[in-house]
């Protein structure tokens, strides 16, 4: 397919290209064609943007739950919408429905790239998108039939006089009682449904499985995240075709560390906050990775060099001048050190530096959480990065302890650390400090932190939403265009659909373990990836 279709060339495809014909896929081909740079990077970060929904707020409600859906439901009909077939539709609805279901393609293979290298990432990736699938599948339940004929799954369904002479037979086996309405039951083979003969759960005749509806779906789920997995090894094995194309491979690595909410970097804040009320501001509405960052600079007056840009960028993100950080830093550093010595230090240069008037004078945009998570560690004597991600469980339980969190509160904290939810942690410690059974929003930047904070406490705050713009893609803005087809190095399809970028893993080669390649036959080719 290609993506830089003509008008006429997008109408007929609507009509005579089923690869699109339900809104349920299990993404076993690859998208063909160009695709610019600009639309590369927003198609994968609306896709991320439900997914990170999905992870979040499964983590915070009860998967199921009426919250759960409302929340995560809206998440999607917001970045990933689906239109449904209808049996007489305009051409603009016709068009409108390609392209939703041809960014939903896309965006999948995108991501697939982004986040195949490391066993952590790829786990994240096939458990939240095994969650949007097992989603529209119970949301488009109609189409499943046509999904099923469109992937060749012999899954057959079953008449309903056959269900009516057999339906205490399944209804027993599935242990489906007090419903009444009509049951849809799909013959599967038996060895296709192992789980659920295993635990007594499905009715067997003739080497068929009798599976209802609602038990078709755990299948389906199984069946995507089991060929999905073995799809992102491939992708990691077949990295070195893309490794380098810097274009391609910066955009990937910024996609794991993407932050989509306000743009804290051309704050409206500005003049409403004073060097005079972060001591206050401190402990009532910094986030736990700023105020370490500030009690540490305050007691010791001195603090490194990525602990330096970490706080800098946030307090210009705060809203203070540069002149206010400028002065705040050299009183700082000169409770240590005397003037000269500091002005021969660089810490005025790079304050400069970061508000855009030294080098090549860009403006620089404060660090979002998934950034501050995914980089670099403190090293020993340093103070930056996340307290939950990379502290030690008792030197964390001892911070906490010195901010007065009740040990109760505490120990949840920490078992959400545990499970390596480190943004539910800091929610958790933002309902703590404020008093609040749930936080209302979800966290994905300290500046955003700062402003909930504040709009908690009675505090007028005046931002606007700004737009996520990453560095990558104002770069690239409408002016290059990255081929995605074929033998060109960003290709998503055949043997160069390889992959880039997680966590900490940067240009660097796959971390396959031994039971990724023990999946894979040793003549795997890359075809189906």
């Not at 306000?262 to 206050?280: C, I, M, Y």
């Not at 996340?386 to 509160?409: T, Y």
């Not at 929610?427 to 932190?449: I, M, R």
Request: hydrophobic share 30%; aromatic share 8%.
């Amino acid at each position: 397919m290609d993506f830089s279709l003509s008008k006429r060339r997008r109408k007929l495809n609507a009509v005579v290209d089923d690869k699109y014909a339900t809104r349920l896929s299990m993404y076993a081909v690859p998208p063909q064609g160009n695709i610019s740079t600009t639309e590369f990077y927003s198609t994968a970060l609306d896709r991320l943007t439900v997914l990170r929904s999905i992870y979040n707020n499964g983590i915070k409600y009860n998967r199921g739950s009426d919250m759960y859906l409302k929340t995560v439901m809206s998440e999607i009909k917001t970045h990933l919408p689906l239109r449904p077939n209808v049996m007489e539709e305009t051409d603009k609805n016709s068009q409108t429905k390609t392209e939703e279901r041809r960014k939903d393609h896309i965006s999948h293979f995108l991501l697939r790239l982004a986040y195949c290298r490391t066993e952590e990432a790829r786990k994240w990736f096939c458990d939240s998108e095994k969650e949007l699938f097992r989603l529209r599948l119970e949301e488009h339940r109609e189409e499943i039939a046509q999904f099923l004929v469109q992937n060749k799954l012999k899954f057959e369904e079953v008449t309903e006089k056959e269900v009516n002479d057999k339906e205490h037979l399944i209804r027993d086996s599935s242990q489906i009682y007090g419903n009444k309405e009509k049951i849809i039951v799909y013959k599967v083979p038996f060895v296709e449904a192992l789980e659920l003969v295993k635990h007594r759960r499905v009715y067997v005749e003739g080497g068929m499985a009798y599976v209802p509806h609602t038990e078709l779906v755990s299948i389906l789920t199984g069946m995507f995240r089991t060929q999905l997995s073995k799809a992102l090894i491939k992708c990691a094995r077949s990295l070195p075709a893309i490794s380098d194309d810097e274009r391609i491979m910066s955009i990937l690595n910024e996609l794991t560390t993407a932050y989509d909410g306000d743009d804290f970097s051309n704050t409206k804040l500005e003049g409403q906050v004073s060097v005079a009320q972060l001591p206050t501001f401190a402990k009532t509405s910094f986030p736990p990775c700023m105020r370490n960052i500030y009690e540490v600079f305050t007691e010791m007056h001195h603090i490194k060099h990525g602990a330096r840009l970490q706080f800098c960028l946030f307090l210009k993100g705060l809203g203070l001048s540069i002149e206010d950080v400028r002065t705040y830093f050299r009183q700082e550093f000169c409770k240590k050190m005397d003037s000269e010595t500091y002005g021969k230090s660089g810490h005025d240069y790079m304050v400069r530096h970061l508000f855009g008037k030294e080098g090549k004078r860009s403006d620089k945009t404060p660090y979002g959480c998934m950034k501050i998570i995914t980089g670099s560690g403190p090293s020993s004597g340093d103070c930056h990065g996340c307290p939950f991600k990379h502290m030690d469980a008792n030197n964390l339980e001892k911070k906490l302890d010195s901010w007065k969190i009740p040990k109760v509160q505490t120990r949840e904290i920490l078992r959400l650390v545990e499970g390596q939810h480190y943004q539910i942690a800091c929610s958790k410690y933002y309902e703590v400090t404020h008093k609040k059974g749930d936080a209302g929003f979800g966290l994905n930047h300290p500046n955003q932190y700062f402003l909930e904070s504040q709009k908690a406490l009675g505090n007028k705050v005046n931002v606007g939403k700004q737009g996520y713009q990453s560095s990558q893609s104002s770069n690239v803005q409408g002016s290059q265009s990255s081929s995605v087809q074929g033998s060109q190095s960003s290709s998503v399809q055949g043997s160069q659909s390889s992959s880039q970028s997680v966590p900490n893993t940067k240009n660097t080669a796959p971390i396959l373990t031994s039971a990724d390649l023990e999946e894979l036959e040793v003549d795997d080719d890359f075809d189906d990836m």
